[in-house]
């Protein structure tokens, strides 16, 4: 593993090919170190995978060493849609550049986040839909829920009920909104679990990387239509 306080923290298997790419994206107001025990499980449960953890480029509150990806409000405004674009438009080019140095697809790459960085990882299947196979998102929420469902993503939806930050009804809500849309997505929620990265749903979200097969493979298998709904159209 290599590391810095304000860099990307890179944990590669030794001689082993690697198969798959997972980039984690730790919240506002932390720091990658904050993402290391969800490196750990996915480490142990997929030997052969690279995990990325970068930082976020901003800076937070003056004298913080903590950094943020984006000034959000969560009120759908024209500012923060403007912020979040100016954020996902670098990560892809970088994810993009993670997976040409490691050779690796879409399909092998899954993105991960924890509250500010479940925000960004969401928003990429909305605005970079095949930026990578499999979201988790972690304490997190849609600045806006999405009208398309996304094509080669499938979405893991990780929350506390008891979360006081976001609040559990925004994931259930996202949950609902996928599924009307036909996306490919699921939600686990975890009873007495606030806003952080609990064990139980880093062990939930192990098992879902592990077992869930996407519709979308299903539904190729079975050669029904996998067109987006009526009036939609993807860009």
Known sequence: MSSSPDRTIEIVPGDAAIKQLFVLLHAAGELP???????????????AAA????????????????????AHTYQ????????LTEALGPLAHWI????ARFGLLQSDTALAGFSQGATLALESTVRYDG???????????YAELPKVPPQFATIHLLHGQADNVVPVRYVKAAQSRLTQL???????????????MHPVLIERAIVRLQTCV??????????????????????
């Open 182 to 196: 036909q996306g490919d997505a699921t939600i686990d929620i975890a009873s007495n679990v606030g806003h952080e």
């Open 131 to 141: 930026l990578a196979g499999r979201i988790l998102a972690f304490g997190g929420r």
């Open 51 to 70: 995990i990325l953890i970068p930082a976020a480029s901003d800076l937070g509150p003056e004298g913080s060493a903590c950094r943020e990806w984006f």
């Open 33 to 47: 170190q904050a993402m290391l025990p969800l490196a750990r499980a996915i480490e142990a449960a997929f030997p």
């Open 96 to 99: 993009r550049a993670a997976q």
């Open 214 to 235: 996407p519709l979308r493979s299903w539904a190729a298998a079975l050669g029904l239509d996998q067109a987006p709904p009526e009036g939609y159209t993807l860009h």
């Open 76 to 83: 759908s405004s024209d500012t923060e849609d403007a912020a």
